[in-house]
């Protein structure tokens, strides 16, 4: 058994892995990880830690380990994947590491899109071959909606609701319509634009806490798996200690 551990700029996400198979998982706030109470890492072989929050990585790292009596595997740049990467790893971030590595290992021999729909949205195009081929960034649904109540004098604050017509008459309806509208549009462009470049056919993935909501507005996404990050850590486990 192993502990997996994502440390997102929202929440950081704790799985434990027999094998391939996952057993449990929770989420907690990272706000709140320097004064909550961790979970008890149990009787585990490994822990594994993909972060994108440099602050918060080196106090989870420590309470873990001493909890467990073991060094935690932390995902970096030099980080065995697999992989070949078209993206300069110094610049990837650790999450996204983990969501190519389990797409390569869960949806094999696949082109691939993942869409990671979180505090921001990233773009992760897999190729059959193995290659990390790049991909985009763009705001999260939920920064959309912030920014536009961050920017004015009277627009409230929302969170994101159905996809709706464009012609509405209320400013919450507006909002949402229009935040709906231009994410989706978006994320079907971006789609579009990769395969036609690439002239492949790609299967569309999405995973991240907002996935299920994003699912509402952009058309080609073909499958949710929530986890996927989560199980591209325990494959980057097993493959830098037991391949």
Not at 14 to 20: I, P, Q, S, T, V
Not at 56 to 64: D, K
Not at 93 to 121: E, H, K, Q
Not at 134 to 161: E, F, H, N, S, W
Request: charged share 20%.
């Amino acid at each position: 058994m192993i502990l997996t551990i994502l440390i997102g700029n929202t929440n950081t996400r704790f799985a434990w892995f027999h094998g391939r198979r996952r057993e449990k998982a929770l989420a907690l706030p990272t706000s709140a990880l320097d004064r909550a109470r961790l979970p008890e890492p149990g009787k585990v072989s490994g822990i594994a830690v993909a972060s994108v929050v440099p602050s918060a990585t080196g106090h989870v790292i420590s309470r873990l380990s001493a909890a467990a009596g073991l060094e935690p595997f932390v995902i970096g740049p030099r980080t065995r994947a697999g992989l070949k990467f078209r993206y300069k790893r110094s610049d990837l971030g650790a999450d996204r590491v983990c969501i190519a590595v389990g797409a390569r290992s869960y949806l094999p021999n696949r082109d691939i899109i993942v869409l990671d729909f979180g505090t921001a949205t990233t773009v992760n195009v897999i190729l059959r071959e193995g290659i990390f081929a790049g991909g985009a960034i763009l705001p999260g649904i939920q920064m959309c909606l912030d920014g536009l109540a961050a920017g004015t004098a009277k627009l409230p604050r929302l969170v994101p609701g159905r996809s709706l017509n464009p012609v509405q008459r209320n400013t919450r309806a507006a909002m949402q319509a229009g935040v709906t509208a231009l994410f989706a549009g978006g994320i079907d462009h971006i789609i579009d634009r990769v395969e036609r470049d690439l002239r492949r056919r790609f299967l569309v993935v999405a995973t991240g806490g907002a996935a299920g909501v994003a699912r509402r507005y952009a058309s080609r996404i073909g499958l949710i798996r929530a986890y996927l990050a989560s199980e591209g850590l325990a494959e980057l486990w097993y493959l830098n200690h037991c391949g």
